[in-house]
């Protein structure tokens, strides 16, 4: 029997290679409007610092308090508005290395404009009452950071370098890393100016802190539920969707172990995201199908797309 032919074999087609994700374009009105809310940042944190706490010899928080606390005459004496630029340089570069270029530059615009503004723009002084000073001069500035960061810049390099160092601190979070670095600030300003200064300077920052919170969630700060019920998950998805208007996502479980011992039970379970302001209506309807339903609930930082309303300045 003569040798059969081999059969050829088909050469494997090589996977066409996977495209790299393309960053999303703004469109110009988008970008106008990140612009504006930009120099609005400028202009409000301006007011905060020039209308308010220099003045008083006072100082904020982060970056910022580290070059009010230089600029002050018991310290150095030299201008705010060349401190800022320079102390914040350092983190710009980290900021390009850790998230990218725009970004970078849209921040060393916001902060070069805040220097400018500190020098030029005649912002008028508005009280010497220090806690009056503390309060409105911390709720401007927040507000600026806020608007600067709704535009995609910031206005003060903390942020960015927090981020650096919980990256490689696991134990430590952003938050922390803020609080040590503001610790030792108003540590020093007591040191160094007074401990009056610090502790008015300590109210300034939570002003700040409040009036940057409120602008970047806002009052309709959104809340993850999620609501497990043994019989009525169907009834509660009603409610939401019909009577509230609110998305759902339902997706199955299995009843673990209880104080009856363990459960191999199914179950629906419901998951919606509303503000605060609908959270109560939400908790009433569910406890009216179901008292015994188990509800948990956790603050959202922001939500995008689905059924959610948008917020303000988003």
Do not use: W
């Not at 507000?143 to 903390?158: C, E, H, K």
């Not at 209880?258 to 179950?267: E, H, I, S, T």
């Amino acid at each position: 029997m003569a040798d059969e032919a081999p059969i050829p074999q088909a050469s494997p087609v090589p996977a066409p290679p996977i495209a790299p994700p393309v960053a999303p374009t703004l469109t110009p009105q988008a970008k106008l409007r990140n612009l504006a809310l930009v120099i609005l940042g400028i202009l409000s944190a301006g007011m905060g610092l020039k209308g308010f706490l220099l003045s008083s010899h006072l100082i904020d928080g982060g970056v910022t308090g580290i070059s009010m606390l230089l600029s002050d005459e018991r310290v150095t004496g030299l201008p705010l508005a060349g401190l800022l630029p320079l102390i914040n340089l350092p983190f710009l570069i980290l900021g390009y290395r850790q998230i990218g270029l725009q970004f970078a530059i849209k921040s060393a615009f916001a902060i070069a404009g805040l220097a400018l503004c500190l020098a030029i723009v005649p912002f008028p002084d508005i009280t010497h009452d220090v806690i009056l000073t503390s309060v409105f001069g911390g709720v401007f500035i927040g507000a600026g950071i806020g608007l600067a960061m709704r535009g995609g810049a910031v206005l003060d390099g903390t942020e960015i370098a927090a981020l650096l160092i919980s990256k490689y601190t696991p134990i430590l979070k952003v938050s922390d890393v803020i609080l040590i670095l503001n610790v030792f600030i108003f540590g020093v300003a007591a040191f160094v100016l007074s401990v009056d200064v610090a502790l008015y300077s300590i109210l300034t920052y939570v002003a700040a802190s409040k009036s940057l919170d409120f602008l970047l969630n806002g009052i309709e700060q959104y809340t993850g539920v999620t609501i497990i019920s043994t019989e009525f998950s169907e009834q509660i998805r009603q409610a939401i969707t019909e009577k509230l208007g609110r998305g759902v996502t339902m997706y199955q479980g299995k009843r673990g172990f209880g104080k009856r011992g363990a459960q191999n039970v199914d179950m629906d379970i419901v998951f919606t995201v509303v503000t605060r302001l609908e959270l109560p209506q939400l908790r009433a309807e569910v406890r009216s199908i179901d008292p015994k339903a188990f509800v948990i609930q956790y603050r959202i930082d922001d939500t995008e797309g689905g059924m959610v309303k948008k917020r303000p300045l988003h």
